[in-house]
């Protein structure tokens, strides 16, 4: 089984993919800022010694995502197999407030967090991923889709991801790489903590999301991966190129 790579893996739906797919034989390489975390779980989930490699990725720091890749492209497993795929998992939904007000650094470090890092990182990675070639898997949003007021950066960020995938799709397909982008769905992680912290300033549907927590409709991230899965690796049923959303599988 190959090597996969997994951004913001340190908790949420990310170490939920990552302790999946390492169930299911996979060198995992688990990318976040708070990598204490990832060692964390990794010890909670008994994975087995050397499967799981935690690494320190902070996207929004160009000369991180350089190391990062660095450090990649140096593991053994890595330099000698290649890297089988990756998933950009990694998203911050900061800041939310109107665009007449959001503060313009928070929305820039929304742009490299959710998008140019996700290029950056890619690119630095590119020799490792055409070795066998590479499925890449984006972690959409229904905020790519619809405006949701307050949400600029992400909503921007989101949709621009989802091009991006398509666009690595077709310049990928010459040399192995597949690329497919995936809604998870609304999951109870702390992303939806925080959008419920960010209050209705700016943000006049933080009420709905109040009430989708108040009333079960989050779903746990463990069950999210579990869906996810055949999107990740089975690239026939899910062709590259494409879109899902996982509450439509
Ligand atoms: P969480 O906030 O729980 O996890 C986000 C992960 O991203 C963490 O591991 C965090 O790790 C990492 N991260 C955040 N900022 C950076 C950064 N600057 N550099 C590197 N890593 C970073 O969110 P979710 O698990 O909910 O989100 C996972 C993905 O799912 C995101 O792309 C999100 O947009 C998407 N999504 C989530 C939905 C939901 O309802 N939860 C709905 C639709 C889409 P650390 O802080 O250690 O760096």
């Known amino acids: 089984m190959g090597v996969w790579a997994i951004t913001g893996a340190s908790r949420g739906l990310g170490r939920a993919l990552g302790a999946l797919l390492n ?3 996979h060198h995992v390489v688990a990318l ?16 087995a010694a050397g499967s799981v490699t935690p690494l320190v990725l902070d996207l929004a720091d160009v000369s991180s ?14 330099a000698e ?20 007000s959001v503060d313009d650094d ?21 020799p490792a991923m055409v070795r066998g070639g590479c499925r890449v898997v984006t972690i959409s949003s229904g905020a790519s889709l619809r405006p949701i007021h307050g949400w600029s950066a992400y909503c921007v960020t989101k949709a621009g991801l989802d091009m991006w995938a398509r666009m690595l799709a077709v310049e990928g397909a010459d040399v192995g790489i597949e690329a497919v982008a995936v809604a998870p769905g609304i999951v109870d992680t702390a992303m939806q903590a925080t959008i419920r912290g960010a209050g209705p300033d ?41 879109r899902f959303d996982v509450r439509e599988l």
């Not at 976040?32 to 994975?47: K, L, M, Q, S, Y």
């Not at 197999?81 to 007449?100: F, I, Q, T």
């Not at 928070?106 to 590119?126: C, E, P």
């Not at 109040?210 to 899965?229: F, Q, W």
């Open 23 to 25: 169930t299911h034989g």
């Open 32 to 47: 976040a800022r708070n990598v204490e975390d990832t060692f964390a779980w990794v010890r909670e989930e008994g994975v």
């Open 65 to 78: 995502i350089a190391s990062a890749a660095a450090a990649m492209l140096a593991l053994p497993a890595v």
């Open 81 to 100: 197999h290649g890297l089988e795929g990756l998933v950009h998992n990694a998203g911050d939904v900061l800041p939310v407030g109107s665009m007449s």
């Open 106 to 126: 928070a929305w820039a470090r929304s742009m490299q967090v959710n998008l140019i890092g996700v290029q950056q990182f890619t690119k630095a990675l590119w």
């Open 202 to 242: 700016g943000f006049p549907s933080h009420a709905d999301f109040v009430g989708l927590h108040r009333d079960g409709h989050l779903v746990p991230p463990e069950e999210v991966a579990k869906r996810l899965l055949p999107v990740l690796t089975d690239g026939e049923r899910f062709p590259s190129g494409q």
